[in-house]
């Protein structure tokens, strides 16, 4: 069994910033690329970033110059720091990773969402 489990959301100020971490565990034999998503509500769930086992990175348009995703192979984590955050960032952000488990073969797994709320 895999299990991925965010952490860091909440509230702050348009231009503040937040970090977003996300944490993989159980019978794990390699992580592959992970990645970040956003879903607003009655849209499509929208690609932030990823970043590759070796680091390669990939944002969307609209974070560029803002957020920056990395990983710690050691942990099993990979980190979503959003800095110059406005209110269009405003919603619920997802973790995604490609594992090859122990047991289950390669499946993309997906944490339980982090609500990020940008406002004054």
């Known amino acids: 069994q895999v299990q991925l489990v965010e952490s860091g959301g909440g509230l702050v100020q348009p231009g503040g910033s937040l970090r977003l971490s996300c944490a993989a565990s159980?019978?794990?034999?390699?992580?592959?690329?992970m990645g970040w998503y956003r879903q607003a509500p009655e849209k499509q769930r929208e690609l932030v970033a990823s970043?590759?086992?070796?680091?390669?990175?990939n944002y969307a348009d609209s974070v560029k110059g803002r957020f920056t995703i990395s990983r710690d192979n050691a942990k099993n984590t990979v980190y979503l720091q959003m800095n110059s955050l406005k209110p269009e960032d405003t919603t619920v952000y997802y973790c995604?990773?490609?594992?090859?488990?122990?047991?289950?073969?390669?499946?993309?797994?997906w944490g339980q969402g982090t609500q990020v709320t940008v406002s004054s």
């Open positions: 159980g019978s794990i034999f390699v992580i592959y690329d």
């Open positions: 970043i590759t086992r070796g680091g390669t990175t």
């Open positions: 995604n990773a490609r594992i090859r488990s122990l047991v289950a073969g390669t499946n993309d797994y």
